[in-house]
């Protein structure tokens, strides 16, 4: 069955300190990933995305991901976080058929101290 | 840039109430869902909708729930007796990949 794990519930960085956001999912077939970012009280925002070639991403926000099929991982990184990055993430997977589904991970939430 | 939007932001309803909520995709965009999220929960998929159909629906899409693209604009979902445990944040969603999601609507049922 498909799924995608996001093994940390919660995650406390400081400000300008680095991030790394675990992802790992279970898909049948090479998979379409996704990071989304919600912020309390709002809608979700495509961080980035991976559908093929080369396989480190860069995002919107300074942020990147890495897939490594061999580990079934999608983790995302920022070197240096800022206090509004403090929302909550969420991992994502698809078939990347035009009418697919995602199937969301439940989430991180980061919290950025001073 | 283009974006989803969906109305209203908030509804609060009854019990056995009908509900119509609405999102107007991104307007060269073929393909529409709908999501929701359970307050402290992950988003889970509900339907997903091409050319006038429903292509693919989840076990929560059932009986009480209906889409519908009514003009070239608008797609709704409809709950037609919403129960206690439909009170979520409901997110419309349009593709073609990457999906691009609206702000939500968030549904109280009392």
């Known amino acids: 069955a498909q799924s995608v794990t996001q093994p940390d519930i919660h995650i406390t960085v400081s400000e300008g300190a680095s991030l790394e956001l675990r992802c790992n999912y279970s898909?049948?077939?090479?998979?379409?990933l996704f990071w989304y970012v919600q912020s309390p009280g709002q809608g979700l925002q495509l961080l980035l995305k991976y559908f093929s070639g080369d396989t480190l991403v860069q995002g919107i926000k300074g942020f990147e991901a890495e897939f490594k099929r061999s580990q079934s991982s999608f983790n995302l990184r920022k070197p240096s976080v800022h206090w509004s990055d403090a929302a909550e993430y969420f991992c994502a997977v698809g078939a990347g058929r035009r009418d697919d589904k995602i199937i969301f991970g439940k989430g991180t939430r980061l919290h950025i101290l001073p | 840039e283009p974006e989803v939007t969906q109305t209203p932001s908030h509804q609060v309803t009854q019990m056995g109430q009908e509900v119509i909520l609405r999102c107007v995709p991104i307007s060269n965009h073929l393909y529409f869902y709908w999501y929701r999220q359970i307050l402290g929960q992950k988003v889970e998929f509900l339907v997903s909708f091409y050319n006038n159909e429903i292509s693919e629906k989840s076990e929560i899409f059932d009986d009480q729930f209906s889409v519908e693209r009514p003009d070239g604009s608008n797609f709704t979902l409809k709950i037609r007796s919403t129960k206690l445990e439909d009170s979520a944040m409901y997110f419309c969603?349009?593709?073609?990949?990457?999906?691009?999601f609206g702000p939500g609507t968030r549904l109280l049922v009392l």
């Open positions: 969603a349009s593709s073609p990949p990457p999906q691009y």
């Open positions: 898909y049948g077939a090479t998979p379409y």
